[in-house]
């Protein structure tokens, strides 16, 4: 098949979660399947930068509204493979990230501190998506599958089939129409809810705005047009297809997916076992597999000990986390359990940036706990992969994770998740209990209830079973690295449902 991939951000060329690692190696894996991808995403600042892509020589006009927008084609290639990317490039609508003045891709420091979204963002990915859907005859690729991800390209199933099935050009309009669509959700919190009058420059009929179709609380719902126009939605793990179902977890969504469950479905993201394997990831000083864990994960730990500035100490159980410091994460589960956990003997280390309220709290910690507790605020790929490897244990206690990464790179890394049960989380990680210690499932520790006393005790049945019995935890180390989250499974279910969708 060939699918046509759009996304606001792809690893190695932008990216501010895990929506970017699924755009960059989910078509990498598809390509390796026979299928022919092409991957669309904005032409950013730090693309620019970068300065790792080619000219098309293809430049059209995009209608937003009354005017006529010029975009340009450029095009690079992903890593390790021949998937093509094009970049969308807009100087005024895309180019304007630049950390040093505090500007991302969808948003900007404001003078009080806080980060705050761009004003037009909603005319901004309009231009992306409708891009997206002008380049096919310009480039006279033509898919089986348009595959949106996340609100920033929730308009795509919507425009196809209200204004590109209509084509004035027929030859162009029937190829249009028989390209099916499929919407991804990788976070329902981020929904792309946008002044109701913003419609206009879409070229949409206002009779789609109603509560069955684009509006949302009086709002234009860029989430809502992908959910409702889409031929199939997925989410990043069946426990999240469930789960946002309810109110709980839907953000408001709920009763528009569960009229559309018939055609809702959820798939875990796998990862890259090229890029995060400990038997020769670039970043360490010690290599390991699931056949022989020790000494080079002893000697990854004593490494990161050092480099942050941790006591080398074997014995003690390091803890590791990688996050965006925000509520999400379980940042305030882990602040109030904190505390009982550093008398557990426990050393910290966390990398992250978000709210500063977080910052501060855990700045206080690390001051409490000089020799215990290490803190990196902002990102770095190479420290990542360091602390993966390192740690002793990986902390995820979140309100909500759609799929998460960071516990499938753990288990890969022999450094095992505590992750509290939902989402992709409750998915990937199996609790380590007598019954699954004696079957050979345990991968992990986790708990079901958000609060702080199930986030410590469960940390406290880990570190009991990291002193008391070791041979049972290099086990449950083996049984975690040994598992399959690669995204070649992935990237099979996700062949299957494109299959599903086509006549």
């Known amino acids: ?18 929506l970017a690692d699924v755009c960059g190696a989910l078509p990498v894996a598809l ?39 010029w975009v340009t084609l450029y095009k690079s290639i992903l890593p390790h493979s021949r998937v093509p990317v094009y970049f969308i490039a807009n100087h005024e609508n895309f180019e304007r990230d630049n950390p040093s003045y505090g500007r991302g891709i969808y948003q900007f420091q404001g003078s009080d501190g806080n980060k705050k979204d761009y004003p037009d963002n909603s005319s901004r990915f309009l231009l992306l998506t409708r891009a ?27 425009l196809l089939r209200e204004l590109y099935d209509r084509h004035p050009n027929l030859n162009w309009a029937r190829q249009y129409q028989k390209i099916r669509t499929l919407f991804t959700i990788h976070n329902i919190a981020y929904q792309g809810n946008f002044w109701k009058h913003d419609l206009n420059a879409t070229h949409l009929g206002w009779n789609l705005f109603n509560y069955r179709q684009l509006e949302f609380h009086d709002m234009l719902s860029y989430l809502k047009a ?35 469950a018939d055609k809702l479905s959820g798939i875990v993201n796998g990862i890259d076992y090229h890029i995060w394997d400990p038997s020769n ?7 390991y597999d699931a056949e022989n864990i020790l000494p080079g994960k002893a000697e990854c730990k004593r490494s990161i000990q050092v480099e942050l500035g941790l006591q080398v100490d074997d014995q003690a159980p390091l803890v590791g986390m990688v996050a965006r410091l925000v509520s999400q994460k379980g940042l305030d ?11 557990l003997g426990i050393q910290f280390i966390v990398l992250g940036e978000g709210d500063q309220r977080y910052h501060q709290a ?30 002793d244990m990986f902390l995820m206690p979140s309100l909500y994770e759609p799929s998460g990464l960071n516990q499938l790179y753990s288990m890969r890394y022999g450094s095992l998740p505590i992750v509290r049960a939902t989402g992709g989380l409750a ?67 996700y062949a299957s449902l494109y299959e599903s969708m086509m006549d």
């Open 1 to 18: 098949m060939r699918i046509a991939l759009a996304a606001s951000e792809v690893i190695g060329f932008a990216k501010t979660g895990g």
């Open 31 to 69: 390509e390796k399947l026979g299928h022919e991808v092409a991957v669309f995403m904005p032409m950013y600042e730090t693309v620019r930068r970068a300065g790792n892509y080619e000219p098309t020589g293809i430049s059209y006009p995009v209608p937003i509204g009354p005017y006529q927008v």
């Open 132 to 158: 997206v859907l002008e380049s096919f005859p310009q480039m006279g690729f033509w898919p089986d599958v348009f595959h949106t991800n996340d609100w920033q390209t929730g308009l795509g199933p919507v």
């Open 226 to 260: 992908g959910i409702v126009f889409a031929d199939r939605v997925n989410t990043v793990s069946p426990t999240y297809a469930m789960e946002i179902q309810t109110p709980y977890y839907g953000y408001g969504m709920q009763s528009i997916l569960t009229a559309h």
């Open 281 to 287: 990831d670039k970043f360490l000083s010690g290599h």
């Open 333 to 343: 589960l882990v602040l109030d359990a904190m505390w009982g956990m550093m008398d």
């Open 362 to 391: 855990l700045s206080y910690l690390r001051e409490r706990y000089p020799n215990r507790v290490a803190l990196q605020f902002g990102f770095d790929e190479s420290l990542a992969h360091r602390i993966e490897a390192g740690v």
């Open 427 to 493: 998915d990937t990680v199996t609790d380590t209990t007598d019954q699954s210690l004696a079957n050979g499932t345990a991968t992990g520790f986790s708990f079901p209830a958000y609060n702080w006393q199930s986030l410590l005790d469960t940390t406290r049945r880990a570190v009991c079973l990291y002193h008391d019995r070791r041979d049972l935890w290099q086990q449950v180390q083996r049984n975690a690295m040994r598992e399959d989250w690669s995204w070649n499974r992935s990237a099979k279910s």
